[in-house]
């Protein structure tokens, strides 16, 4: 099993483009997260999907929106890429939204220039 | 929403000594409280984790605890090993009208000195 795959693992863009990040599980997980890491602040929520056909926000979801595609993917588009966007982003994914264990890709470092 | 206070941002101990992170939540309703483990360049990966109706869980030198009153939860581990160092971080799983939303605290970097 590959777990949870992330693409691309490296992306510079310039101020402006635009570029969706994709994520996919083959665990059969209901519910996936993007997060977003930057030093000093943790991991931070930008969207999540409790179940296949659901999204909702979370703590920074501003210049960024989410498709899950169906239950093994969940992208993150940013339409107007911005320099406080350079970050990494984690895609994430767990069996259930109840006390489960979240599985983790191996993450995207974006540069925004 | 739920919001998660960890401390400190730094932790610098010998090897051998204990070591020990505290984290906070505000959601009354959070239920699920996990402990990832951050190596350099590497994803988060789950270390231990406690249930709200459970006060303490031990796992070999790493041990949890939780207090629902005073809305807090502790990570500690003893006889520290170089291998240890990392970043930590705590989450709570929100329950109520955000449940499924897992908020994790700001990270401590523990660093063991040999």
């Known amino acids: 099993n590959a777990g949870v795959t992330q693409t691309p693992k490296f992306q510079v863009l310039k101020t402006g483009q635009s570029m969706t990040l994709q994520c996919a599980q083959d665990?059969?997980?209901?519910?996936m997260y993007w997060y977003r890491q930057d030093p000093g602040m943790g991991l931070r929520l930008i969207y999540y999907s409790a179940s296949e056909g659901t999204t909702d926000k979370g703590e920074v979801p501003n210049g960024y929106n989410v498709s899950r595609l169906n239950k093994r993917e969940f992208s993150l588009r940013l339409e107007s890429a911005a320099p406080s966007q350079t970050s990494v982003y984690f895609c994430a994914s767990r069996p259930t939204n109840v006390g489960t264990e979240a599985f983790f890709g191996q993450g995207t470092r974006l540069t925004v220039v | 929403g739920e919001n998660v206070e960890q401390h400190p941002s730094t932790l610098s101990v010998q090897e051998g000594d204990s070591a020990v992170i505290k984290c906070t939540y505000s959601d009354s309703a959070s239920n699920y409280f996990p402990w990832y483990k951050q190596e350099l360049g590497k994803r988060p990966q789950l270390i231990i984790d406690i249930r709200s109706n459970v006060g303490e869980k031990k796992d070999q030198r790493i041990a949890v605890t939780l207090n629902k009153t005073a809305k807090h939860f502790s990570l500690h581990i003893t006889e520290t090993q170089p291998e240890d160092s990392a970043v930590y971080f705590c989450a709570a799983n929100a329950g109520g009208t955000s449940y499924g939303k897992l908020t994790f605290g700001q990270g401590t970097i523990l660093t063991v000195h040999p």
């Open positions: 665990m059969n997980h209901n519910s």
